[in-house]
């Protein structure tokens, strides 16, 4: 009959591994802790694995994040890590995620993933960050952007679609839709006008750049807004160009969210 030690550790390893006899044991659990190491390593090395995205998963549940976790790990091309609340700094830090799901309640505190969300931003800048949020309200999707995410994804959107957008975040894109898009371009419209600046306060745009974006997120065309700055349309077309590579972006819509999430944190703080 086999020998199980008093932490029932033979009940967990395979038949060869089984220890047959007290002067076993040591041997025996050896080679557990060896197949243990193996595990934690084997682990590690999915997630650098050549070729995958990195995800890092934090919901206010640890039930929820596991089932988010597994929606995503359908997809072989992702790399999972779950985390808690109070793990995300630490996990991020070490292990360097392409995208973070951050919820916004964390630590059974609503408000919480978004101070989670500034200090990633500042501890691993690279890493793209898609919030997850309770509900689409108008002030938590501006919370979101003003907080640096780069997408937004509502609980009671279809599951399925979270690994698009976590593709699309990856990408560089943003996941944003159009009541979405609106509530920020209307946080743009009545937010007082403040430079773009990076994190260390220094301009990104020039002061005619600065006011391409304007018109830009007033909805304008390039024609329009060539006519109203009295410049050509090509002009305009190269100053986008330029727009565009210094903040690191591809599209108008992009650089108008960016804007409206950078005027919103100039204004009042937003009411959660």
Same mark, same amino acid.
């Given at each position: 009959?086999?020998?199980?030690?008093?932490?029932?550790?033979?009940?967990?390893?395979?038949?060869?591994?089984?220890?047959?006899?007290?002067? +076993?044991?040591l041997l025996d659990g050896s080679r !557990?802790?060896?197949?243990?190491?193996?595990?934690?390593?084997? +682990?590690? @090395?999915?997630?650098?694995?050549?070729? /995958?995205?990195?995800? %890092?998963?934090?919901? /206010?549940?640890? $039930?929820?994040?596991?089932?988010?976790?597994?929606?995503?790990?359908?997809?072989?091309?992702?790399?999972?890590?779950?985390?808690?609340?109070? /793990?995300?700094?630490?996990?991020?830090?070490?292990?360097?995620?392409?995208?973070?799901?951050?919820?916004?309640? %964390?630590?059974?505190?609503?408000?919480?993933?978004?101070?989670?969300?500034?200090?990633?931003?500042?501890?691993?800048?690279?890493?793209?960050?898609?919030?997850?949020?309770?509900?689409?309200?108008?002030?938590?999707?501006?919370?979101? !952007?003003?907080?640096?995410?780069?997408?937004? !994804?509502?609980?009671?959107?279809? %599951? #399925?679609?979270?690994?698009?957008?976590?593709? @699309?975040?990856?990408e560089g894109q943003l996941w944003v &839709?159009?009541?979405?898009?609106?509530?920020?371009?209307?946080?743009?419209?009545?937010?007082?006008?403040?430079?773009?600046?990076?994190?260390?306060?220094? =301009?990104?745009?020039?002061?005619?750049? +600065?006011?391409?974006? =304007?018109? $830009?997120?007033?909805?304008?065309?390039?024609?329009?807004?060539?006519?109203?700055?009295? %410049?050509?349309?090509?002009?305009? #077309? &190269?100053? $986008?160009?330029?727009? !565009? #590579? @210094?903040?690191?972006?591809?599209? *108008?819509?992009?650089?108008?969210?960016?804007?409206?999430? +950078? *005027?919103?944190?100039?204004?009042?703080?937003?009411? =959660?």
């Amino acid at each position: 009959m086999p020998w199980r030690g008093t932490d029932g550790l033979s009940q967990m390893v395979p038949e060869e591994w089984t220890i047959h006899t007290p002067s +076993q044991a040591l041997l025996d659990g050896s080679r !557990f802790r060896t197949c243990a190491l193996e595990v934690i390593m084997a +682990q590690t @090395k999915s997630l650098t694995r050549k070729g /995958s995205v990195r995800v %890092l998963v934090a919901d /206010s549940t640890p $039930l929820t994040g596991r089932l988010i976790a597994d929606v995503l790990r359908r997809d072989r091309r992702f790399a999972i890590i779950d985390a808690s609340g109070s /793990s995300v700094l630490p996990t991020a830090a070490s292990l360097k995620p392409d995208v973070a799901i951050i919820s916004e309640t %964390l630590e059974g505190a609503r408000g919480r993933g978004f101070e989670i969300l500034i200090k990633l931003r500042a501890a691993v800048p690279k890493t793209r960050t898609v919030m997850l949020l309770d509900s689409a309200e108008r002030n938590l999707v501006v919370e979101a !952007f003003r907080s640096g995410a780069r997408g937004v !994804f509502c609980r009671n959107d279809a %599951l #399925k679609m979270l690994a698009r957008c976590v593709h @699309k975040v990856h990408e560089g894109q943003l996941w944003v &839709n159009g009541p979405q898009l609106e509530f920020l371009l209307e946080t743009l419209a009545t937010a007082p006008a403040t430079r773009l600046v990076d994190s260390q306060g220094a =301009r990104l745009l020039s002061n005619r750049e +600065q006011e391409v974006v =304007r018109w $830009l997120a007033g909805g304008h065309t390039n024609s329009e807004i060539a006519r109203e700055l009295k %410049l050509s349309e090509n002009t305009i #077309k &190269n100053h $986008l160009s330029r727009i !565009f #590579k @210094k903040l690191g972006m591809s599209s *108008r819509v992009e650089v108008v969210t960016y804007a409206a999430s +950078q *005027r919103a944190s100039a204004g009042p703080s937003v009411e =959660r």
